[in-house]
């Protein structure tokens, strides 16, 4: 259970990190933007599927890489559109303050647009790491050794229907208190000031 | 003389033509209001004497800086009211003792000192009011330029930024006015250009004395 909770979690931090440096692309200028969004739009088509065949390929069926790349590709683009989505309707309400002020693009990018997408980062975030768990365990059923994908797999090919249904009780269980417990009480504290 | 003077400007967007040859001149320390139907263009004669916005056509000649206070505030609802008024002074290269000595004096002005550590969202439409009016003012513009300052205020919040507004304009700030509540523009500035529907003309000039409100609503409403 924590070799699938740590997977997921590296793979959502690696999908924010390359999700805020492509973001901040975007932001930089109008041109990079639409490629932004055409990229966004082609990373989305990409089936689960393809990745991790493709990530077990090149890292093997042992490593621990391709689970935690497979979540960070499928989360990525949940986070990218989130913040995309957050960028435009920050510039759009606070355009004109910018311009009244005349603050330089960095300090609106660290005063206004930083702070003012959070709420939208937050509830992709949300969305994004819910999927990366799930999408974790495929990850694992098709490599790795540990994890509860790979426990699923494993009683599977063992014929063990209760080790099967167990396993995927306790990752039901785990998304659960992940969301309980920590993703939705951080919605709630930086959604804050919009209340 | 003359701080700001508006030369012939014409605007428009996407072929509809917005302002129509507006010539208007603010004198130094003096408050000028303009009013006009909803929609004819004040905000935008606003921007373009801000130079947020360019003109078409015409001319903007400035004698002095100018800052625009918006209609609905834009304070940022992440910041409490401090940070949101000493934001205005990060592009300038002003020390942080001076920052706080400019917000302090302005806040206790303005008498949203004890709400300096609140969030927008805390304080009433009034205190939002002016924190938007202080972060204006730490930049010590020369001209201050009002979009619809009165509107969704209370009486008492009116009232009492109509006093700060008479006070500064005594203190040599000259200020221009857009407002669609007549009576209290017209208990504020010395004189009223009226605008017309789109595109906007400047269709009168007056006083803001006697009976201007009765040639106001006449001109705008009664033709």
């Excluded at chain 1, 959070?118 to 990366?132: D, E, F, N, T």
């Excluded at chain 1, 098709?142 to 009780?169: H, L, P, R």
């Excluded at chain 2, 969030?119 to 930049?139: Q, W």
């Excluded at chain 2, 400047?202 to 006083?207: D, E, P, Q, V, Y």
Aim: charged share 20%; proline share 5%; hydrophobic share 50%.
């Amino acid at each position: 259970m924590a070799t699938t909770l740590l997977n997921s979690i590296l793979g959502f931090l690696l999908a924010l990190a390359v999700s805020g440096a492509v973001a901040y692309i975007a932001y930089v200028s109008d041109l990079l933007r639409g490629l932004v969004y055409a990229y966004n739009t082609l990373i989305q088509s990409v089936s689960v599927l393809v990745w991790a065949i493709v990530a077990v390929m090149i890292f093997g069926v042992t490593s621990r890489i391709p689970p935690i790349i497979v979540t960070a590709a499928v989360a990525h683009p949940i986070i990218l559109s989130g913040m995309l989505g957050g960028m435009e309707a920050v510039e759009k309400r606070y355009g004109l303050l910018v311009k009244i002020l005349g603050l330089t693009p960095t300090q609106e990018f660290t005063d206004i647009i930083m702070p003012g997408t959070l709420p939208h980062l937050a509830a992709a975030a949300r969305s994004a790491i819910g999927v990366a768990l799930r999408i974790s365990v495929v990850a694992e059923a098709f490599g790795a050794s540990g994890g509860i994908g790979y426990e699923i797999m494993y009683n599977y090919d063992m014929g063990v229907k209760e080790g099967v249904f167990a396993w995927g009780a306790l990752l039901v269980a785990l998304m659960v208190l992940l969301d309980k417990l920590a993703l939705s009480p951080l919605e709630n504290w930086v959604r804050r000031w919009l209340s | 003389m003359a701080v700001l003077e508006l030369r012939h400007v014409y605007k428009a967007y996407g072929g509809e033509e917005v302002l129509h040859d507006i010539s208007l001149s603010l004198p130094e320390g003096e408050a000028i209001g303009i009013a006009g139907p909803n929609g004819c263009g004040k905000t935008t004669l606003l921007k373009i004497a801000a130079r947020i916005e360019a003109p078409d056509r015409g001319e903007v000649v400035l004698r002095g800086k100018p800052v625009l206070v918006p209609q609905d505030n834009l304070l940022l609802p992440w910041k409490t009211l401090r940070d949101n008024i000493l934001l205005a002074l990060k592009p300038y290269d002003i020390s942080p003792a001076e920052a706080e000595k400019r917000l302090e004096a302005i806040a206790r002005r303005l008498g949203i000192t004890e709400h300096l550590g609140k969030y927008p969202r805390e304080v009433s439409g009034g205190t939002a009011r002016k924190a938007a009016l202080a972060r204006a003012l730490i930049v010590e513009p020369d001209i201050l330029l009002l979009d619809e300052p009165y509107t969704g205020l209370d009486v008492a919040s009116v009232n009492a930024l109509k006093e700060t507004l008479r006070s500064l304009s005594k203190e040599k700030v000259s200020m221009i006015i857009v407002s669609h509540q007549l009576a209290e523009l017209l208990g504020t500035v010395k004189s009223i250009h009226l605008l017309s529907h789109r595109p906007a003309r400047i269709i009168k000039t007056l006083a803001a004395g006697e009976g201007a409100l009765e040639t106001i609503v006449r001109s705008l409403y009664l033709h």
